[in-house]
Every structure is written in C-alpha cells, then in structure tokens.
DNA sequence: ATAAATGCAAACCGTTTGCAAGCTC
DNA sequence: GAGCTTGCAAACGGTTTGCATTTAT
C-alpha cells in the first residue's frame, strides 16, 4: 500500500548501504519543514496523519541515522526526553523565555571576536559554541510590568 | 545508628516545614564537596560510602527540594541522565572537549557588552546566559596534530 | 501526637533492541 | 538471494511514586 517508488541513484550517503525508502523521505520532510527544535514523538504523530503505518522505532532508529550523517542535531532542554533540530552550519544562539517559552534565535553580537580571544587565551580550537540566553522576552516583561 | 543530632535552628529554608536530617546534612554536604557537575547515581555511592543506609529514591527526592529551593540548578548535557550543579550565582560558561570529554569552566570575554546589545536589540530581560562550547582542548588538540 | 522523611518495590516513560517479515537492488 | 528496513513487543535504565514505617518537632 506504501507508494512504489524508484529509489536508485537517490542514496542517503555515497559509498554506504543505505537506502532511500518512502519512511525516510517523509522523515526528512517533515523535519526540514519543522522551524525549529522538535522531539521524536513530534514528528511520529505528523509521519502518522500522513503515512499511517510507520511506527515509532522507525523515527527513532532513523533519527538516529540522521544524527550520525550529521543531518540533525540532539539538543538537551530542560525537559525529560530528547530534542533535534536540523543541524546548524555553525554556531547557535537563542532566548528562551521563562513565562511564555517562546524560543527566539538570535545573534550574538561580537561572537567572532570572544571566540578568538578564548581559543588565543586557552589554546582552544572551539568547533562549535551554543549560547543559551534565558528571561523575559519583551511582551512578557511588558506584561509583567503591568502586574498581570 | 545514624548520629543523632540536634537539627533545630538550622533550618534549610526558614518559614516552611522542612526539617533537617541526617540525609540532608550529608547530601547538602556532598554536594558542595562536588567541584563541578554531579549526577544523583554520583551522590548516591558517596553517600552510601559514609552512612549506609539512604536510598536512592531518597536521593532524587532531596535533589528535586534542593532544586525547588534553589541550592541546585539541573542541568541537560549529552547525556541520558540529569545533571545537577550548585546553583551559579549568575551566567555560566563551559567548554568541552569532544576528544576526552572534559568540562572547562571559562569566562567569555565582552560577555557584558554582548549583554547590553542584545537586551537593547531586542527588547530582552536577561536573567542568565549559558554558553557551552565545544572542540577540542590543547592537549588533544596536540595529540590530533600528533596523528595520535 | 502530628506531619515530614525514608526505604523498598513497583510503576513510569522515553528510548533501544531482538526477531521475524517485507523491501530494494 | 543478500542485506537493509520495518513493525511489533519486550527489554532497558533513569526517575518517580505508593505505602508502610521511622523520625523530627
């Protein structure tokens, strides 16, 4: 009942034996469509609505695939089970605020520069660096201003 | 067998209902004992070596009070487990290695001025920054250059 | 005496794994 | 046919919880 499908010439990794299967592409789909950060429940739940055998090891023993081709990321939040998100080409910074949650990403200004002070000062080579800012955004300091 | 002790007028938290025990003693004790990132598995052994008869359960259950309290933050790396640290006083910054896995504690440079942009920029309160980075330490740095 | 704290074992829940069946080439 | 992929159900492992007992105030 799955869609037939001609796969060949399409491999995930040159030189590997994985295949391209109608599982995958719509795994792929659907995370390149997520805008941010989601978890492997998420994305089970919109792999059912479309293609409704997959099952939930199949998300996540491909998400784990994709982890190790480096086409998404684990991320750890405050929460109890794992995040991703499509992998950064670099660096990666955003605000989380503590009343309403929203997630912003941003850009941290003068990165450039107190990276290279840092890998100067402690002989560093740094590959990756992730700041995390928390607080309240500005609706909810707004609100919170007001007394609400 | 426990020591038996006088707890009153050592309250953790004044105003609340929360009593001093022989377990918490020895937790809190360990805990600041721990120079950096701890987890409850790592609290647990230690405290089984000095007072052989806390539980596991016990443990988790004084982490979440402590967390409640305030006296400890949980903390999410690449791993499946919490991490807990003492509560920093305000921002926080790390580097680890991906080579030996070591955690760095650090101090960003021009990290108040970065601050100030982006609470401007933005519209942001900022209650805390953490900044995790990752490469590769000097040493392992010289060993990659070694070929090692 | 009363309410909080504890140990134990069982429950929980997100994640992983073994296995047999189904696909892709 | 060989080997990768999948679904299912069972296993796993860190964390939480119910309950009867102990302890602090």
Not at 18 to 43: C, K
Not at 60 to 68: A, D, H, P, S
Request: glycine letters at 6%; a neutral charge.
């Amino acid at each position: 009942m799955a869609i037939k499908r001609h796969y060949n010439g399409n491999r995930i990794l040159n030189g590997t034996q994985q295949r391209i299967t109608a599982n995958r592409e719509l795994l792929l789909e659907l995370i390149h469509e997520s805008p941010g950060h989601f978890d492997a429940d998420e994305i089970y739940r919109k792999a059912r609505e479309k293609h409704n055998t997959i099952s939930l090891s199949t998300v996540y023993r491909n998400l784990q695939l994709f982890k190790k081709l480096g086409i998404v990321e684990e991320r750890h939040f405050s929460e109890d089970h794992h995040h991703y998100e499509k992998k950064q080409t670099g660096d990666h910074q955003h605000f989380q605020c503590t009343r309403c949650g929203t997630i912003i990403e941003l850009s941290w200004p003068l990165l450039e520069k107190s990276k290279d002070t840092v890998s100067e000062r402690y002989g560093f080579q740094i590959t990756r660096v992730e700041i995390e800012l928390t607080g309240l955004c500005f609706e909810c300091g707004k609100m919170r201003e007001a007394g609400l």
